[in-house]
């Protein structure tokens, strides 16, 4: 088992920063591959970015990358989502999860373990 805990998430004017956090406690977190996904009402969940087990690779979404970056800290057990420049449309609630393949990493049924999300608002 894995346990996740998001954090960081919060209101920021457009054009703004945010950093999330997901710690994690369990099994050995460099094991796993890590990514963050996000929701908005009424819509699907959707990928956003991930890393692989020892952060030498980064994927993301046409829709944040140059804006955002994911990095680990495998010796804090904790992976970062740094977002910048954020726009209204990035209003979601945000969740990592992890998974032990680097596998279809883009779909979030790959996953096995989730966070319980964190709330992440731009206003324009």
């Known amino acids: 088992q894995v346990q996740l805990v998001e954090s960081g998430g919060g209101l920021v004017q457009a054009g703004g920063s945010l950093r999330l956090s997901c710690a994690a406690s369990g099994r050995t977190f460099s094991n796993y591959v890590v990514a963050w996904f996000r929701q908005a009402p009424g819509k699907e969940r959707e990928f956003v970015a991930a890393i692989s087990r020892n952060g030498g690779n980064t994927y993301y979404a046409d829709s944040v990358k140059g804006r955002n970056t994911i990095s680990r800290d495998n010796a804090k057990n904790t992976v970062y989502l740094q977002m910048s420049s954020l726009k209204p449309e990035d209003t979601a609630v945000y969740y990592c999860?992890?998974?032990?393949?680097?596998?279809?990493?883009?779909?979030?049924?790959?996953?096995?373990?989730w966070g319980q999300g964190t709330q992440v608002t731009v206003s324009s």
């Open positions: 999860a992890a998974n032990p393949v680097l596998t279809y990493i883009r779909n979030y049924e790959t996953y096995t373990y």
